[in-house]
């Protein structure tokens, strides 16, 4: 261990928790199923205890990493590898396009920092289209929602937005004993694989987005009540939707529905309603 790794200390305000335990590292790792040809990305990698593995079988990794004061430990560890790059930015506004192609996707892999997390997957998300698949660590809530159901409590925007871009699968949960410091949440690992054409396409993802956004802005209300900016109760019964109902017991392909019959009513006025939010 370097002098650098040994002194750096987490940092709360960057969402630090190092993991350190070798048999989950590596459990990760075969999740991934990293390979020669793939074009990796590692969001956060810390000291680089994923990093290493990773690099054991595919060369070509970018990470992309904040605190300045890891980048030393990994260009010490790292930086004499041919095809490692490090980017040193904020993931939140950093472009990923620039990294990956419909012809040479990329697979995305990171201990997200949990304060940022669900920001975080919808920028991700924005780039779906170059993506192969995404390997994440987050606090086993934020999983929970991702994967939920219609008429579950945890079902809301997230699980929705996920859902319809990507295949969900919450592969195992993490004891905080495993990190340094400990968080005081458990956590998990989750897969999210793009679709190459989504099971329910919507004609606008913009307008499938403001519909989704304004149901549960209210989530307890009624759709009669929190869609009303957008149709009436009489629209949403032509639709065989029962406007009595919450904003958790439609199913993504009913948001689809709604957001498609919007779209095609009025996209300028949509578009125009989007912007002012």
Do not use: W
């Not at 079988?57 to 430990?73: A, F, Q, S, T």
């Not at 779906?128 to 809301?156: P, T, W």
């Not at 871009?165 to 993490?174: A, G």
């Not at 989504?198 to 549960?216: E, G, N, S, Y």
């Amino acid at each position: 261990m370097s002098y650098n790794e040994k002194n750096h200390r987490a940092r709360k305000r960057f969402g630090q928790n190092f993991l350190h335990d070798q048999r989950v590292i590596s459990h990760i790792v075969r999740s991934i199923r990293p390979s020669a040809t793939d074009n990796m990305v590692e969001i956060g990698p810390g000291k680089g205890a994923i990093t290493s593995l990773i690099l054991d079988v595919c060369p070509n990794l970018n990470v992309v990493e904040l605190d300045r004061d890891l980048i030393p430990i990994l260009r010490e560890k790292f930086g004499h590898l041919e095809h490692f790059h490090i980017n040193e930015a904020d993931a939140l506004k950093f472009d990923f396009a620039q990294l990956g192609s419909a012809e040479r996707p990329l697979r995305i892999v990171g201990n997200l920092p949990y304060n940022i997390s669900t920001p975080l997957i919808f920028h991700l998300l924005s780039y779906s289209d170059r993506v192969q698949d995404m390997h994440f660590m987050l606090q086993k809530e934020v999983v929970v929602r991702m994967a939920a159901k219609e008429n579950e409590n945890n079902y809301g925007r997230l699980s929705i937005m996920t859902q319809y871009l990507c295949e969900v699968e919450h592969l195992f949960d993490v004891g905080p004993e495993c990190f340094d410091p400990q968080p005081k949440v458990d956590s998990a690992i989750v897969r999210l694989t793009p679709y190459k054409t989504p099971p329910h396409p919507a004609d606008d993802h913009k307008t499938l987005d403001l519909v989704v956004r304004t149901a549960f802005s209210q989530r307890r209300k009624t759709l009669r009540n929190t869609l009303k900016t957008l149709l009436s109760s009489e629209e949403l019964e032509a639709l065989s939707i029962d406007p009595s109902k919450r904003p958790e017991n439609l199913a993504l392909s009913t948001y689809v529905t709604i957001a498609n019959y919007l779209f095609n009513q009025s996209p300028q006025s949509l578009a125009a309603g989007d912007n002012n939010e």
